[in-house]
């Protein structure tokens, strides 16, 4: 399993206005409480949840098992173009979500950049052998 929250690409990654301290930029309050959903839902998720058989749409057993033990969550969110020209305001980002064990916070320009990395150099060879 894995879970995915996806908020606006316009919503904000840092407090607006002035800093909380001389450098420090705090998290925006869409940012840290878009993490506590994310980790309430996963949390609600696999209570009484650990393995579940899957089954066909006619409700027919797979034989395929999978598994929710800390399932990976991904919390899609914002731009980093709000941070461009302020190095304080990228170290702030960057050490918050580095810190941050689950989710893992991806910005929307950030998924686009990864996308394209893997389309443009996903060779005729590679996808012969997925």
């Not at 606006?8 to 909380?20: E, F, W």
């Not at 990228?90 to 389309?119: G, H, K």
Request: aromatic share 10%.
């Amino acid at each position: 399993y894995v879970l995915v929250e996806i908020k606006k690409h316009t919503t904000d990654l840092l407090q607006a206005g002035q800093p909380y301290r001389a450098g420090c930029w705090a998290v925006s309050d869409e940012l840290s409480s878009a993490v506590t959903q994310v980790q309430k839902t996963t949390f609600d998720f696999v209570q009484g949840r650990f393995r579940d058989r899957l089954k066909d749409k006619e409700g027919n057993d797979t034989s395929q098992t999978v598994y929710a033990v800390e399932p990976r969550s991904f919390l899609v969110i914002g731009n980093t173009a709000q941070l461009e020209g302020n190095d304080d305001k990228v170290a702030c980002f960057e050490l918050y979500r580095r810190q941050m064990r689950s989710p893992e916070i991806l910005t929307f320009d950030e998924l686009f950049y990864r996308a394209r990395f893997i389309v443009d150099h996903l060779s005729g060879d590679a996808v012969s052998q997925l």
